[in-house]
Nanobody, 123 residues
């Protein structure tokens, strides 16, 4: 499975941005999908995850109420809508896919990773 993240950019604090992750390759069955982010010099941290059907979503406390993860299985694409952005949301955002059944916050459980897209929030 290949993952291609896109949609990152520069946005002012308080603004919104939607990033996308398109999957290709072995996409006959949906994967559990997650978004993670990483700042240089820090560990990669969990942001949000969504189960195969899209019925269940999970968020880090730091983004709960501001970010929304969703998916369109017909398009093999997962989205992360980010509202009320803060300067501390600045990071490279990575999408990841897991072929397992359970939705997880643990980066080590995800088998496939996209290349990342930079999100910069200016204060």
């Amino acid at each position: 499975v290949q993952l291609q993240a896109s949609g990152g950019g520069l946005v002012q604090a308080g603004g919104s941005l939607r990033i996308s992750c398109a999957a290709s390759g072995r996409t006959a069955r949906p994967y559990v999908m997650g978004w993670f982010r990483q700042v240089t010099g820090k560990e990669r941290e969990f942001v949000a995850a969504i189960n195969r059907s899209g019925a269940s979503t999970y968020y880090a406390d730091s983004v709960k109420g501001r970010f929304t993860i969703s998916r369109d299985n017909a398009k093999n694409t997962v989205y992360l809508q980010m509202n009320s952005l803060k300067s501390e949301d600045t990071a490279v955002y990575y999408c990841a896919a897991d072929s397992g059944i359970l939705t997880t916050r643990e980066a080590s459980k995800y088998l496939y990773w996209g290349q990342g897209t930079q999100v910069t929030v200016s204060s």
